[in-house]
């Protein structure tokens, strides 16, 4: 019954290594992202798909690539990962409609580089 | 530049007491203000949330008080209780070509004391 799950929960790699998030929406949403939350708490967007296009890209350093195979879908990969992305990042999803509504989290990924 | 500016960064309140978080905004074409909610280890959760066309709005014991002309917002928890210990984020969204992104403020940690 999870509205938007991710894997894994816990993440714990080297420096320099290739890691992936996956995110799934059971909510027939047209929109996902990625939000990064900082050691601060303070959350910010980093991605934004819609119907599996990409349509914002929060000056995120290039070795961050979102890939949606479907628009239920959306992972995040990660290459040469640095120990200034330990962080958590949540996907979250929302249906297309106009004007403001809810954006449904995931239980976040607790990345952390050592 | 931080488009969203909450206060305070933390706060303690008695059980039964009011509990006020303030939010402060600098772009006039956000059109939806919610108000997250986020316990330790989970992605923040819709509490409530208002459009500019409205000065208030209430859902049991959660006020948001909005003030179009000050861009100002603010979250009012009546009767808090030790339940309500959370972080709280303040956010703002736009319509258009924006998708819903959404804007946060720095949080703020919520402790209520029985």
């Known amino acids: 019954d999870t509205a938007v799950s991710q894997t894994p929960k816990y993440l714990v790699t080297q420096m320099g290594n290739d890691k992936s998030i996956k995110c799934e929406q059971n909510?027939?949403?047209?929109?996902m992202y990625w939000y990064k939350q900082d050691s601060k708490k303070f959350l910010k967007i980093m991605f934004s798909?819609?119907?599996?296009?990409?349509?914002i890209n929060e000056t995120v350093p290039n070795r961050f690539s979102p890939k949606s195979p479907d628009k239920a879908h959306l992972n995040l990969h990660i290459n040469s990962l640095e120990l200034g992305d330990s962080a958590v990042y949540f996907c979250?999803?929302?249906?297309?409609?106009?004007?403001?509504?809810?954006?449904?989290f995931g239980q976040g990924t607790r990345l952390t580089v050592v | 530049q931080q488009q969203v500016k909450q206060s305070p960064q933390s706060l303690i309140v008695q059980k039964g007491g009011i509990s006020i978080i303030n939010c402060a905004y600098e772009?006039?074409?956000?059109?939806?203000f919610p108000w997250y909610q986020q316990f330790p280890g989970k992605g923040p959760a819709l509490l409530i949330a208002i459009r500019p066309d409205v000065s208030e709005k209430k859902e049991g014991r959660f006020t948001i008080s909005f003030n179009k002309s000050a861009k100002q917002f603010s979250l009012h928890i009546m009767d808090s209780q030790p339940g309500d210990s959370a972080t709280y984020f303040c956010?703002?969204?736009?319509?258009?070509?924006?998708?819903?992104?959404?804007?946060f403020g720095q949080g703020t940690i919520l402790t209520v004391h029985p």
């Open positions: 798909y819609n119907n599996k296009e990409l349509i």
């Open positions: 772009n006039t074409a956000f059109d939806y």
């Open positions: 979250a999803s929302r249906p297309q409609r106009a004007g403001g509504t809810e954006a449904f």
């Open positions: 956010a703002a969204s736009k319509g258009g070509t924006s998708y819903g992104k959404l804007t």
């Open positions: 909510l027939g949403h047209d929109t």
